[in-house]
């Protein structure tokens, strides 16, 4: 081959090759590395304090745990209100989690972000199983829930699985989203969503709030780890469309 029909060939190469997304260092974020050391610190010794105050007490509710659900049963539950409650607390249900995930994909520059979105809630919530199995906390008394539950109550399964989900999307919108409007916004809303969500478990009394603040601590954890060794792994493999679409995302 000649060295010009070399260079024609190179030439002619397609142009519009796949980009792969970059998890983008933004200054305006500061340190990522350093609020992920800050925050892992943080949850972990919340979630090692609670154990430690849980198993010192001998698995029972916390002077605070059932200072709170007597207030929720006597001053704050109502027919009204148990309605908003129960479809606030659905959200952490797998149907709602699909249709949120299907809004992702809608947003997204392919499926990665999707898969990554799914794994940190699944993730999060299998690792849950094996601690509430070894814990093996009661959950308050049968008369004082207005659901039904089953497992042990040690921590809370919806509270872990909210923070892990949810809070992996606020990660998703810092990360990819270049409009500080949408940012707060978003991540507000999704905040509320989280906070909201664990109040329902402690509402309904099958929770204790101390196993909800374990489940938020934990869900952390497992949030601040999968966004540092997991989550860039899946989103490399991103194709972009272009640039202003991944502005966009």
């Known amino acids: 081959m000649e060295p010009n029909e070399s260079l024609d060939l190179e030439q002619s190469a397609p142009r519009h090759a796949a980009k792969q997304i970059e998890i ?53 539950r109502s027919e009204k209100l148990t309605k908003y409650v129960l479809f606030v607390t659905d959200l952490a249900m797998p149907a709602a989690l699909v249709v949120v995930l299907l809004g ?37 008394p049968e008369a004082l829930r207005l659901a039904v539950e089953t497992s042990s109550s040690f921590p809370s399964s919806h509270a872990v699985l909210v923070m892990s989900f949810y809070g992996f999307l606020v990660w998703l919108v810092w990360h990819f989203q270049r409009n500080n409007a949408w940012r707060i916004t978003v991540s507000v809303l999704l905040a509320l969503v989280i906070a909201l969500i664990g109040l329902t478990r402690i509402y309904l009394g099958v929770h204790w709030t101390s196993d909800v603040l374990a489940g938020f601590c934990f869900g952390l954890v497992w949030l601040v780890l999968y966004t540092r060794l997991v989550a860039p792994r899946i989103l490399a493999q991103t194709p972009t469309r272009n640039q202003d679409e991944q502005a966009s995302f």
């Open 104 to 140: 992702v994909g809608t947003f997204s520059p392919g499926p990665a972000p999707v898969v990554a979105t799914a794994l940190a809630g699944a993730g999060g919530w299998l690792i849950n199983l094996g601690i509430k199995f070894l814990v093996n906390r009661p959950r308050p």
């Open 24 to 76: 983008p260092a933004d200054p305006e974020l500061g340190n990522w590395r350093v609020l992920h050391i800050v925050l892992l610190v943080l949850a972990v010794a919340g979630f090692t304090a609670l154990l430690v105050l849980i198993i010192l007490n001998k698995m029972g509710p916390l002077p605070f745990d059932q200072s709170i659900l007597d207030f929720m049963v006597d001053h704050v």
